[in-house]
């Protein structure tokens, strides 16, 4: 057997035109065995298995084996717990890589697609976009895209806003509803922290109390899925990356507004009249089937509040959602009782309503409400009115710069006399 370097030399040679019997006599090998080598080339490698080697897991394999065989689902650390019983010895991952290799794979079953009657259910999520608005192109801004989408007629009802807080959550809901004609029986989120506070000892869903007053209100049952089961919101979760793709990708946009008023314009003549590739039925003809199966909205408007205690600042200013609201010039008190609504910022003193303002989008916004700054005097008192220097009783009369002039040329003459 000749060595990798005379082999290499030898096809070397055949490719540079030199005959069988040259390179014979050349590397002094038979011609025989030049042309065998010339015929095979260059061959990769061959390596025989390698012998397993001894793992202080040998001994219990066949017990697993028996044991996965007769009871697929067994869990490793149950299975490891009875193997230690009988002498094992070694560690956890050892088990699980063994276990991997001789479970049965569990055949995955298909999704079955969910259908809802005409006004029965709605789905609503939040999902992250990141933009630079051309008003502020050295900010990167990161907005919230709500959005609510009937399981019928699969329309969608979507806002772009700064926050997902509790407060965002009702007012988009408001909003939605009003622009919908109608409420939805059932309403389905997912498990955000504004929609559920916690579960039961007994198994069942803590709702938060806001949410639980506007479902109230409106008339509405919220659920929330499953955890980790985002297919079960697949009628809001594919839409996101719809308006991702379709609307929101290669567009520039000044500010917020510009970017909804962009935004409703495409889901009035684009996402809402197209032909849905699921329904195969043109999404607004759908909607006009179901609306009338939609929940009347209420007479009276949504009011359900939340409560809070804000420090006034020395601008005689509050802050609530990262913007701030101004408070009337007499306020007292240092602290006042905030009252969030859907769509207003109330402002107690002492159980009194001394502001009301528009909540505002964004943050570092600023709202002075008419009438809360009394004017001052900027410039310089008229007349002769003593203005208090120094030492209590001091005074000095305000008189023209003539005045003092005048004074100063007498001082002058009266140096050079």
């Known amino acids: ?19 069988v019997s040259a390179i014979a ?13 010339i015929h095979r080339g260059l061959e990769a490698p061959a390596y025989g298995p390698r012998k397993p080697r001894q793992t202080v897991l040998d001994p219990f394999t066949g017990y697993l084996r028996e044991r996965v065989s007769a009871f697929p689902g067994l869990t490793g650390s149950r299975l490891l717990r009875e193997i230690r019983e009988r002498g094992y010895a070694g560690g956890y991952t050892a088990v699980t890589d063994f276990l991997r290799e001789i479970r049965p794979a569990m055949p995955s079953s298909f999704e079955v697609r969910f259908e809802t009657p005409p006004g ?30 009937l399981g019928y007629s699969r329309l969608i009802w979507a806002r772009f806003v700064l926050h997902q807080d509790l407060a965002t959550l009702l007012r988009c809901h408001v909003a939605a509803f009003e622009a919908l004609g109608g409420v939805p029986h059932e309403v389905l989120y997912d498990r955000m922290k504004t929609v559920v506070t916690g579960e039961a000892t007994s198994g069942g869903i803590i709702y938060n109390r806001a949410l639980i007053d506007l479902a109230r209100h409106f008339g509405f049952h919220p659920k929330a899925c499953r955890p ?16 991702r793709e379709d609307f929101f990708l290669a567009r520039s946009f000044s500010n917020l507004e510009d970017l909804n008023r962009q935004l ?23 909607f006009a089937e179901e609306q009338s199966f939609l929940r009347a909205l209420p007479l009276a408007p949504f009011r359900a509040v939340l409560r809070l205690e804000r420090r006034i600042s020395r601008e005689g200013m509050i802050s609530v959602g990262g913007n701030f609201y101004s408070v009337p010039d007499a306020t007292r008190r240092r602290v006042v009782e905030v009252h969030t609504l859907a769509d207003e910022i109330r402002i107690f003193e002492e159980g009194e309503l001394i502001a009301a303002h528009p909540v505002l989008e964004g943050r570092h916004q600023r709202r002075v409400a008419p009438g809360h700054r009394k004017s001052r005097p900027t410039g310089p008192s008229c007349g ?33 006399a």
């Open 228 to 243: 980790y089961r985002a297919q079960t919101k697949g009628k809001v979760e594919r839409p996101f990356r719809y308006i």
């Open 1 to 19: 057997m000749i060595q990798l370097g005379e082999l290499v030399m030898i096809l070397e040679w055949h490719r540079q035109g030199m005959s």
């Open 384 to 416: 002769s009115e003593a203005a208090p220097v120094s030492r209590t009783g001091d005074v000095v009369a305000q008189r023209s710069l003539e005045f003092y002039d005048a004074v100063a040329r007498h001082l002058a003459r009266e140096t050079r």
């Open 120 to 149: 029965a259910q709605a789905q609503v999520d939040f999902a992250q976009f990141q933009v630079v608005f051309t008003d502020e192109p050295s900010v990167p801004r990161i907005v919230w895209l709500f959005s609510m989408v």
């Open 25 to 37: 006599r050349q590397s002094g090998l038979d011609r025989k065995t030049v042309r065998k080598y």
């Open 264 to 286: 409703q314009h495409w889901l009035s003549t684009v996402a809402n009249p197209r032909v849905h590739a699921t329904t195969r039925r043109i999404v607004m003809e759908a």
